[in-house]
């Protein structure tokens, strides 16, 4: 869909997203003079229309962080301004005109391109741009369109705000996630999308667990659950499943968090991916694997004996992930560090946190460094050991970046 209507080939995205760099600025600036973007709604300068004012800047983001892939992560936020700012997505600049079904199939390809963004860098990287990119969505709502398209046009706005609240929850920007969650929450109801209003609360969800407040997401999630209906679907049941499973165990309710991990994975295996809504694609064994080793760190922080268990369901997490889910990876790289201190090998713990320490400096992720911050609960009596208590050194000059 993104290549269609950028008018490039299907392979170069694929590229840009899992290969080496194949794409260059000069090739953006390209796209961005052919779909007519304004040039003030780029960060990089525009083929034949002179250098933007001064008075614009590069994403802080973007500038500030010096990571090995800068250039790419530029790139692939050089794409994102691209589409961003295509046609009807230039914001106030752009005159009103009437929506039609195209005009639909393109904010849905900005979204997934965001979303392929977003998994590869971190949300530190889009959430400026793809906040202002939500609200510019929300005054679509009072363009001239079809009525018969008004639900579809709620149910974007709704997308919007959900990636725009994810973004800013990866960012470590807590208030600013809240407020987008709330707003597409409610868009994503009046357009009586239950499937996407409860992805909106299951990514509530996900930032009352990292805050730690499990109750709070537990309850969350069962909402989300029961107001399914006749729309639930296998992998959105799943998805909410394996969440409670995490909160359960994280409360203390080991017996419950495994009755529901083994529900999460009754519904996945009835999953059929032509039945779902597309932006459950992302959802794979790796997911409902990480929950399973999410539970059993849980389980061994009150019992070693489970220690184990939890490397083996961590370790085919991540090699379940694909090439694209970089930040999932690099997050269960930190539960997997996590889950060999406490089944005590240290060594193996140690190995698997240097490369985690590597992939976590490239990624634009203040979630990512705060879990790697919560590494230290875990190392335990291994502290005495010199070369942990050098790595928890390294951990800590990590943190620092937040």
Not at 10 to 16: D, E, F, G, K, L
Not at 46 to 70: F, L, M, Y
Not at 224 to 247: D, F, K, M
């Amino acid at each position: 869909m993104v290549a269609g209507w950028l008018g490039i080939t299907q392979a170069q995205p694929s590229r840009v997203e899992n290969g080496p760099q194949m794409v260059h600025l000069d090739r953006l600036s390209h796209w961005a003079t052919l779909l007519g973007v304004p040039a003030e709604h780029l960060w990089f300068d525009v083929a034949g229309r002179g250098r933007r004012s001064e008075s614009i800047r590069t994403p802080r983001t973007v500038t500030a962080d010096k990571g090995p892939d800068e250039s790419r992560r530029m790139l692939l936020a050089g794409i994102a301004a691209v589409a961003a700012g295509a046609e009807f997505l230039g914001g106030s600049t752009v005159s009103r005109r009437r929506i039609g079904t195209a005009d639909l199939a393109r904010l849905n390809a900005v979204l997934e391109l965001y979303w392929s963004v977003d998994a590869e860098c971190g949300g530190g990287l889009l959430y400026e741009e793809v906040s202002r990119f939500a609200e510019s969505v929300y005054q679509m709502l009072d363009w001239s369109h079809p009525a018969s398209l008004t639900p579809q046009l709620v149910a974007a706005v709704a997308a919007a705000r959900q990636l725009a609240g994810w973004t800013a929850l990866d960012a470590g920007r807590h208030s600013a996630a809240q407020r987008h969650f709330v707003a597409g929450e409610r868009a994503a109801l009046t357009a009586d999308d239950r499937p996407l209003t409860a992805m909106i609360r299951y990514s509530q969800a996900k930032q009352l667990q990292h805050l730690r407040h499990n109750r709070d997401a537990l309850a969350a999630l069962q909402l989300a659950r029961g107001q399914l209906g006749l729309q639930a679907t296998p992998a959105v049941t799943s998805l909410l499943l394996g969440a409670e499973a995490a909160s359960l165990a994280a409360i203390g309710d080991h017996q419950a968090a495994e009755r529901t991990l083994g529900e999460s994975s009754s519904q996945f295996e009835r999953i059929r991916p032509e039945r779902e809504p597309s932006w459950m694609s992302f959802y794979d064994r790796g997911e409902l694997l990480a929950q399973y080793g999410r539970v059993y760190r849980d389980k061994a922080r009150q019992d070693k004996k489970h220690g184990a268990a939890a490397v083996r369901f961590v370790s085919d997490a991540v090699t379940a992930f694909g090439p694209g889910n970089v930040r999932s990876s690099v997050l269960n790289e930190v539960g997997l560090c996590s889950a060999l201190f406490l089944a005590d090998e240290p060594e193996q713990a140690l190995a698997v946190g240097r490369r985690m320490l590597q992939q976590a400096q490239s990624m634009s992720s203040v979630r990512v460094i705060d879990r790697v911050h919560n590494l230290r609960r875990d190392m335990g009596r291994h502290r005495e050991l010199p070369e942990v208590a050098a790595f928890a050194q390294d951990v800590a000059t990590l943190e620092a970046r937040r």
